[in-house]
């Protein structure tokens, strides 16, 4: 399975998710791919938000050496599901699908606590911490959802 997390920046929410996603990923020693990507070009090579990064250290996970890149219509081709964070995320990810094999790749990350609902994690970047706090909650639950639903570990 190869997943990828998009958000806009690619500095605080998808990163976290990629940090996330490989830390429960590699704990289960499940053979995944997961990586992680921005639909705007503002932060590419940064690393993320220092504020995301301490939060994500306060709960054990150190995602320090992430490095910001854009999302690319090559994406739908290395990854098997793309996990957005928001309705502007999906649009711009959606643009750049060509086929219906691509859009069906598409998914919203809080599907899996919330299926069909179309629900977001909020943009935390003009927030305070406990904005970050709770992008922290959504995704790791979320996180934990998407491995049970899909190894069917029930
Ligand atoms: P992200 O948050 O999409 O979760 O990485 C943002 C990061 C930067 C900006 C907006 C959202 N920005 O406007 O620079």
Redesign the pocket.
């Known amino acids: 399975m190869r997943i990828l997390m998009v ?9 976290l998710a990629e940090g996330v996603l490989r830390h429960k990923v590699s704990k289960k020693k499940l053979p995944w791919t997961v990586d992680s990507a ?1 639909t ?1 070009a ?2 590419i090579g940064n690393p993320p ?1 220092h504020r995301m990064i301490l939060t994500s250290k306060a709960n054990g996970i150190d995602i320090s050496g992430l490095c910001a890149r854009q999302f690319t219509a090559i994406d739908f081709v290395n990854f098997d599901r793309i996990y957005v ?1 928001d309705q502007s995320n999906y649009n711009n990810v959606l643009r750049l699908a060509k086929t219906n094999t691509d859009r069906s790749k598409v998914f919203f990350l809080l599907d899996h606590l919330h299926p069909s609902n179309q629900m977001e994690v909020p ?3 003009y927030g305070n911490q406990s904005n970050f706090d709770e992008v922290f909650t959504l995704v790791n639950e979320a996180t934990e959802a998407l491995i049970t639903d899909l190894t069917n570990d029930k």
């Open positions: 958000c806009l920046g690619n500095i605080c929410r998808s990163p921005g705007a503002y932060h938000d964070m943009d935390p970047y």
